[in-house]
């Protein structure tokens, strides 16, 4: 696997280096060791799936406050989104900054996001779905979120928002 720093301080993108023959081929798409060897979290203990029927649906952004904060590995296997990072650690260099990576079928990206961060995507197809691989189980308590569209952060969307969960548009404007 080749693993990319982002400009968000803690967090990566992995490309798989698949190995190929007449069959297809074969690649990692997850290695703990390689994790730890870079100081991130190793293990995850739950995983999830999103499946999303219009595309320019949104859904974020999310996170999981402490003592249950949560590390991501995101992945879409099925059509394409605009994945959504966003640093809410206050002592970190990149607090309150985003970026935005196309994951898709296609491309095969996954994105390695630590905790403190929130997280949300927007579906560029019709049918996408989104893998989650998670370190913490989820806690409702500690389920939190800010506005997709929270002018504190002025994440730009791609396209026009056509579906959005209430609660996703409920979540009060930040204040750090």
């Known amino acids: 696997m ?8 803690g967090a990566y993108l992995l490309e798989i280096q698949p190995v190929s023959d007449e069959r297809g081929f074969f690649a990692r798409t997850w290695c703990s060791d390689e994790a ?26 999310h996170y999981q406050a ?12 099925a059509g394409a989104i605009y994945d959504v990072l966003l640093d809410l650690r206050a002592d970190s260099p990149t607090y309150c900054k985003w970026l935005a990576i196309e994951l898709s079928r296609e491309n095969r990206k996954a994105v390695y996001i630590p905790t403190g961060f929130a997280h949300g995507f927007q579906s560029l197809s ?9 370190s913490e189980p989820y806690h409702a308590e500690c389920a939190r979120g800010v506005r ?29």
């Open 2 to 9: 080749k693993w990319t720093a982002l400009p968000l301080s």
């Open 36 to 61: 730890r060897a870079l100081g991130l979290c190793g293990d995850f203990v739950q995983s999830s799936l999103s499946y999303n029927a219009r595309k320019g649906t949104v859904r974020g952004m």
């Open 66 to 77: 402490q003592p249950h904060a949560e590390t991501k590995l995101v992945r879409c296997t």
């Open 126 to 134: 019709d049918h996408s779905e989104v893998f989650y691989q998670i």
């Open 148 to 176: 997709w569209n929270d002018k504190a952060f002025g994440v730009e969307w791609p396209l026009e928002t056509v579906i959005l969960s209430e609660r996703d548009r409920s979540f009060p404007e930040f204040r750090p």
